[in-house]
């Protein structure tokens, strides 16, 4: 591996430390990042750092996805590398918005196998050289950590629940959940809606009708829409694909 690019999700970190250095950028949810003590919140419009050989842990949202770079030192010449990747320390780096959406279209086309992982990678790596290191994000706090922590329990049903458990008021915290997670509270429990309907409709066989009725749809040609609009498909054309595939 000189350069490997994929999307993974997490659920749970873990400290280590390895020998090449990860480009993380955020295609859902956020992950609060712990470098050696350095730590911050990886969200919507940030692209985070990590050298080779320093230890991190981190800890992602419940719907936290990142597009994922490993670049070993022997890639190129230290002179021909981004600029982000020849500061020795840890960085967390705010990036323009076109430049965020460009990153996680080429994301989103690696994973629907539109564009080869070695392709883009090289391209992901060029996007980068436009990146000005000189412009932080705002600094991490405690209140974006309190938020965090309420984005990751599932049990928050509103948005007056999840300001309450973070302590801060609606306006407040609607506003943060937004800068720290890069989507509304609404957005985030519509993912969680979804995650559970493609959970039952893989492991159950029950009726559509049934599933939608019971994650709280009034009809199911309401939750059809939402689904299709989401996945591109029908829950019913989502689940025979998913069987074709099982049995392929």
Not at 92 to 113: K, N, S
Not at 169 to 198: H, I, M, N
């Amino acid at each position: 591996m000189s350069i490997h690019l994929e999307i993974r999700s997490y659920r749970g970190g873990d400290r280590h430390r390895h020998d090449y250095s990860q480009i993380l950028l955020p295609m859902h949810g956020a992950m609060r990042l712990d470098v050696e003590g350095r730590i911050n919140v990886v969200s919507s419009n940030c692209v985070a750092i990590i050298p080779r050989d320093h230890e991190h842990d981190f800890e992602p949202s419940h719907d936290c996805s990142m597009l994922i770079l490993d670049v070993e030192a022997t890639a190129f010449a230290a002179e021909a590398a981004p600029a982000l990747l020849r500061d020795p320390l840890p960085s967390l780096t705010r990036i323009e918005p076109w430049l965020w959406r460009m990153f996680r279209q080429l994301g989103a086309e690696v994973e629907a196998g539109a564009c080869r992982a070695s392709d883009a990678a090289r391209m992901m790596l060029t996007g980068l050289d436009l990146v000005e290191p000189a412009t932080p994000p705002q600094p991490w706090s405690r209140s974006a950590s309190r938020v965090l922590d309420v984005a990751g329990d599932a049990q928050a049903n509103s948005v007056v629940e999840m300001a309450r458990m973070a302590g801060l008021g609606q306006s407040r915290f609607y506003a943060l959940f937004r800068a720290t997670t890069g989507q509304s509270p609404k957005q985030l429990q519509l993912g969680r809606l979804f995650d559970e309907a493609v959970e039952r409709l893989v492991s159950t066989s029950l009726p559509v009708s049934e599933i939608a009725y019971g994650l709280g749809y009034q009809n199911a040609s309401s939750f059809n829409r939402q689904f299709k609009r989401r996945f591109g498909l029908t829950p019913s054309e989502f689940r025979a694909a998913n069987r074709s595939r099982a049995r392929g």
